[in-house]
């Protein structure tokens, strides 16, 4: 007896046309079975009404009824299917989202994919291949997307074929054609080749990923390393400059104290000798009195016998008295200064401090369009200054006419002042400060005797413009330049901001004018020159 499972094989229920289980399945006068919305749809899109399956023509239109049996059947087969489908889902590779492309409305995932059709399948649209002679001979594989994208472009062909010299999968057409003389071989063939060298290729990454991890081990050990240090030199370098700071409290206080003894041992000195000359003083008083009053009197003796004893009074010799007493303790602050000067110098040292120091002196500059050649752009900020094509601008004393020159809208005259300009993608540059009185309309030089104290980029080299270009010493190619500048010692400083560290000091100048940051772009001849020169806010903080 035919059981339940045989009675219901699902290649009994599936409509030729869309290869899917019924759905309103109706048959024709020839006995072949479809579903009434695909055999519809067959016949109106042809201009002879027949089978699609055994070709059979029919004068007209058949009336077709859904058969009830069939379709109830159909149901109990859909089920069954359904059944199949999710326990194929679960044995799919994790991650697999590829759809049957024969499904029509809801689309089940795929189980296969077929190199020869370009087509992946479910499990019901999958049983034809697994069942007809020819399909059987095809590639199936697990299910991949984008089939497509295995055909030639050029051929529309299937890319069977692997060139090595080229590198690229290609098809049969290709080879003839293009590929001719190159090494040609099948598809499978490198794929084994692959597959013999993934063992290899996946050590060597195992490698990479041990030798990683071994760096990234050391360099974790190597930070925890540094902050045990850092942690250990903060404190003994707050512990120091604590004892250093409590020492000079103390000699502070003990300077103080012996200041205040020493005085209150002159006071005592001096009230001692102004307590006994008050009272010499009152003394004298009393016999000058007395003798004003004798020289009054007609009474000769009286006078003759105490003259002698009022004219010679006993007094001490005060010329010589001296309560002075030095306090001053210039030998201390002296050494004390010397102290101080020495760690300064000492901290000066420190590339991280001098910059901090100095960016604690920085300066909101703009450029100023006044002065700026007619060959420069201004951005719109006023903080970019690049070259661009000549404008026409109208005349002004303040502007610079012979060379791609811009000052600042600031000057100074006095103290200290730092800003920082962004020299990086530029070929070539001058930046520093100039003197308010420099030549604007002639050929000068970017000398210190005509008032510029500058450096610049200039063919691939670094120089300090003194009377005679000094060449400068630069291992790296400066990105920004910090210019210091100390009006009142005569000092013109500049620094590579991204190392910290000093490039070139113009010193011991006395200025008079009032001295204006200078920036010259230059023009860009070698179409290496474009950038600008950027003048970038200072940050309160080192980086």
């Known amino acids: 007896m035919a059981t339940a499972s045989s009675l219901l094989s699902e290649e009994r229920f599936l409509c030729c046309i869309c290869l899917d289980v019924f759905t309103e399945p109706v048959s024709t006068p020839c006995g072949h079975n479809f579903c009434r919305p695909c055999i519809h749809k067959y016949w109106d899109t042809s201009d002879v009404c027949q089978c699609p399956f055994c070709k059979r023509t029919f004068s007209s239109r058949p009336e077709l009824n859904v058969n009830t049996t069939m379709s109830e059947l159909a149901a109990e087969v859909a089920k069954l299917v359904q059944v199949k489908v999710s326990t194929s889902d679960r044995e799919l590779p994790e991650g697999t989202n590829v759809l049957c492309d024969i499904c029509t409305g809801m689309k089940e995932k795929a189980v296969k994919s077929c190199l020869m059709c370009l087509t992946s399948f479910c499990v019901v649209h999958l049983e034809p291949h697994q069942r007809v002679s ?181 007094s001490k010799d005060w010329s010589n008295a001296d309560v002075y007493s030095n306090l001053s303790f210039n030998q201390v602050r002296r050494a004390m200064a010397q102290v101080k000067q020495a760690a300064d110098n000492i901290l000066e040292k420190v590339p991280e401090i001098k910059m901090k120091r100095m960016r604690e002196h920085a300066v909101d500059l703009t450029i100023d369009p006044d002065t700026a050649h007619c060959s420069l752009t201004i951005s719109q900020d006023r903080k970019q200054v690049g070259t661009a094509e000549k404008q026409n601008l109208p005349k002004n004393p303040k502007r610079f006419e012979m060379y791609p020159e811009v000052l600042a809208k600031e000057g100074f005259t006095e103290g200290k002042f730092y800003f920082e300009v962004q020299v990086k993608d530029k070929s070539k540059w001058t930046v520093g400060v100039v003197r308010e009185s420099v030549d604007r309309k002639g050929d000068t030089r970017l000398s210190v005797s005509d008032g510029y104290w500058t450096i610049g980029l200039n063919e691939g080299k670094y120089y300090g413009y003194e009377n005679l270009a000094v060449i400068l010493v630069q291992l790296k190619k400066l990105q920004k330049v910090g210019i210091f500048v100390d009006y009142d010692k005569g000092v013109v400083s500049f620094y590579d901001v991204d190392s910290k560290s000093h490039i070139y000091s113009f010193s011991g100048y006395r200025f008079k004018d009032k001295l204006y940051p200078y920036f010259c772009p230059h023009y860009n001849t070698d179409k290496m020159n474009v950038a600008p020169l950027v003048i970038t806010p200072v940050p309160h903080r080192l980086a």
């Open 134 to 314: 020819v399909l059987k001979s095809h590639k199936l594989i697990d299910p991949v997307i984008n089939l497509d994208e295995r055909m030639c472009k050029k051929h529309n062909k299937i890319t069977e074929l692997y060139c090595r010299t080229d590198k690229a999968c290609i098809c049969v057409l290709c080879f003839k054609s293009d590929h001719k003389s190159h090494n040609v071989i099948s598809l499978e063939e490198e794929y084994e080749a692959v597959l013999a060298k993934n063992d290899e290729v996946m050590a060597n990454i195992h490698k990479m990923i041990q030798s990683r991890c071994d760096k990234i081990d050391a360099i974790e050990k190597s930070l925890d390393a540094s902050q045990k240090e850092a942690d250990e030199e903060k404190e003994a370098s707050v512990q120091m400059f604590t004892d250093f700071i409590r020492s000079i409290q103390k000699s502070q206080a003990d300077v103080v104290e012996v200041i205040e003894e020493r005085h209150r041992a002159m006071k005592q000195k001096a009230e001692g000798f102004l307590k006994e000359m008050r009272m010499e003083v009152a003394e004298l008083k009393s016999r000058r009195s007395q003798l004003e009053q004798l020289s009054r009197s007609e009474d000769h003796h009286c006078l003759v016998q105490n003259f002698s004893s009022l004219c010679a009074p006993s």
